[in-house]
């Protein structure tokens, strides 16, 4: 699942080129409470975001056939072709807040889950396949962009200082962190 995120963060283009150059985006780190935290929202089968989230932010997708995970991600990541970086807009009637979130610099946990539910309140379906993803912090400040951009790593924080494809990563060694 993480890896899916990470391929979005460094493809982020058309051809090999990239749409922007993200200088400070770390690893996400797949996160246990937060796929508890999705697993409990998804089995309530509700189509609308969960309300008792405050500083963790939430994307959701739902289909009537088997869940396909990279087809879900791959949905919210093809908003930033509606997302304006200069202007930090979206396209008149278009979406780009899951995109947004993947991508923002500041968020670094990550957990999902998925629910096969009979019905979904807010979605006249049955049998939806109801995926939920939270990421910490959460992204998606009003007048805020989800990153900087720049020359790839360039503003890595002082934990982050590896540069490993195009993210910022730790520099580890088998005493200080497990590799």
Known sequence: MVNLNHKHLVVMGVAGEPKHRLTETGRQKWDPSMKLLAEGYAAKCIWNHNPELEDTGENLFAGTGPLDLRVALEKWFLEHLDYDFQNNSCDEDKMCGHYTQMVWADTHRVGCAFHICNSMEGLDWERVSFLVCNYYPAGN???????????????????????????????????????
């Open 141 to 179: 400040y009003e007048d805020q962009r989800p990153y900087v951009e720049g020359d790839w790593c360039s503003r890595c924080p002082e934990n982050l200082q590896k540069c490993e494809n195009n993210l910022c990563g730790r520099t580890c060694c088998l005493l200080l962190c497990p590799c």
